[in-house]
């Protein structure tokens, strides 16, 4: 069964970082891109960054772009977000999510998710 | 605001059919770019409900069905019943922005 459980999430203040991780299991976690989707209180989803299966290509949506990095240890199982100058626009539940298809041609999606993890950036 | 559009909400009573539109453009939809369908219930993660535009993933009732034409795509519903009340997302891949992977804004769905 393919599971994934995001973990890291928390109270911050704007300006800090926080480093989200995923770890997953029931499946060939090398074989696969990942992604990270975030979900404001109340709000629509929001896709924000795709990784690769060797890390070697990665892409982030605008507003997290010099901010946020994804990256993965393919050893571990294991898929990372480290956000730094938190903002309180982040404040969302960030879901990690096994992603299909080849994301450098635009036609990938997502058929597992995690449950989530509530990232709250205010003073 | 998203590329994709969705109305707010529908609704239906049990057993009709409903329809939820998203309506992108000559950049991503129209691009011919593939859509896919979400399920969200509310406190829950999304669920995948369609992909490749309309191929259902293993374990989703038939009554729910993908298409696209042009800058357009429609997810219906058919044979309404209550479990199906939720939030659904569309979502494709804009070639016009360096925001590349994008949803729709969503619609809730209700059952009268």
């Known amino acids: 069964e393919v599971q994934l459980g995001e973990s890291g999430g928390g109270l911050v203040q704007p300006g800090t970082s926080l480093r989200l991780s995923c770890a997953a299991s029931g499946f060939s976690f090398d074989y696969y891109w990942m992604t990270w989707v975030r979900q404001a209180p109340g709000k629509g989803l929001e896709w924000v960054a795709n990784?690769?299966?060797?890390?070697?290509?990665?892409y982030y949506v605008d507003s997290v772009k010099g901010r946020f990095t994804i990256s993965r240890d393919n050893a571990k199982n294991s898929l990372y977000l480290q956000m730094n100058s938190l903002r309180a626009e982040d404040t969302a539940v960030y879901y990690c999510?096994?992603?299909?298809?080849?994301?450098?041609?635009?036609?990938?999606?997502?058929?597992?998710w995690g449950q989530g993890t509530l990232v709250t950036v205010s003073s | 605001q998203s590329v994709l559009t969705q109305p707010p909400s529908v609704s239906g009573a049990p057993g009709q059919r409903v329809t939820i539109s998203c309506t992108g453009s000559?950049?991503?939809?129209?691009?011919?770019?593939?859509v896919h369908w979400y399920q969200q219930f509310p406190g829950t993660a999304p669920k995948l409900l369609i992909y490749?535009?309309?191929i259902r993933p293993s374990g989703v009732p038939d009554r729910f069905s993908g298409s696209k034409s042009g800058t357009s795509a429609s997810l219906a519903i058919t044979g309404l019943q209550a479990e199906d009340e939720a939030e659904y997302y569309c979502q494709s891949y804009d070639s016009s922005l360096s925001t590349s992977y994008v949803f729709g804004t969503g619609t809730k769905v209700t059952v009268l």
């Open positions: 990784i690769k299966q060797d890390g070697g290509e990665k």
């Open positions: 000559s950049s991503n939809i129209g691009a011919d770019y593939e």
């Open positions: 490749g535009t309309g």
């Open positions: 999510a096994r992603t299909r298809k080849d994301c450098s041609g635009g036609n990938c999606y997502y058929d597992h």
